[in-house]
């Protein structure tokens, strides 16, 4: 099973609406978890992070329920410009404490549509 | 204001050929990494630093090695380039213990 798993989409939406994007992890030693985005043919960079209590950055809400596993990212009143590959991140603690590395899902791809 | 700086952008291969992906960072940190994006795969981990002297092998790491010689420098050798190696390569970067990273333009690699 792959340590991070989000649904590939294409989420094809009208400007203006509200989309959800979900992930799933698999590794309950994770540790951080990150939404980033990519644009076509473009580096990855990072939208937000995602705290247990939930937290907010504008239209956008990310949340983490560490019981099921799962991270989501809301986007609210999508714009054209938020059309992108959005990609979700966690970091598992590695074997006496120390930072590991970066787990990337494979990303779902928004389209908002005018 | 540089960031992760990634040479060269495209590059075409014969197999068998080897080569050198450049990745340099003017931030001073201590984490480097080096990984792959393939369709449908995601991004792939193949080497990381910790720190200078010090490099460790992610989740792909056959027919790549790496060195890392000083904090700014982590360049990404292909020791003789197949087909499979065909690829987007992305250099990031972060600071220890923080865990933003900062990712390179990307080198878009084909090998024919």
């Known amino acids: 099973r792959k340590e991070v798993e989000q649904d590939p989409g294409p989420f094809n939406v009208p400007e203006g609406a509200t989309v959800a994007f979900n992930c799933t992890y698999s590794?309950?030693?994770?540790?951080?978890f990150f939404w980033y985005r990519q644009d076509c043919r473009k580096e990855p960079k990072l939208l937000m992070s995602?705290?247990?209590s939930g937290n907010e950055d504008g239209r956008f809400t990310a949340q983490l329920n560490r019981a099921s596993q799962y991270i989501s990212l809301l986007i609210r009143d999508s714009k054209l410009s938020d059309s992108a590959t959005y990609l979700c991140v966690v970091i598992l603690m590695n074997y006496g404490g120390s930072q590991g590395n970066l787990i990337f899902g494979k990303g779902t791809k928004l389209s908002v549509k005018p | 204001n540089a960031g992760v700086t990634q040479t060269p952008k495209f590059q075409v291969l014969k197999t068998g050929q080897s080569m050198t992906l450049q990745c340099a960072q003017d931030m001073n940190h201590e984490y480097m990494s080096w990984y792959r994006q393939d369709p449908g795969m995601g991004l792939r981990l193949i080497h990381y630093s910790v720190g200078a002297g010090i490099t460790d092998q992610g989740e792909v790491p056959n027919g790549y090695n790496v060195s890392r010689s000083t904090t700014e420098d982590f360049p990404l050798r292909l020791l003789s380039a197949a087909p499979s190696q065909t690829s987007v390569y992305f250099c990031?970067?972060?600071?220890?213990?923080?865990?933003?990273?900062?990712f390179g333009q990307g080198t878009r690699l084909t090998v024919v």
């Open positions: 590794n309950s030693a994770s540790q951080s």
């Open positions: 995602v705290y247990s």
């Open positions: 990031a970067s972060s600071y220890a213990g923080q865990q933003k990273a900062f």
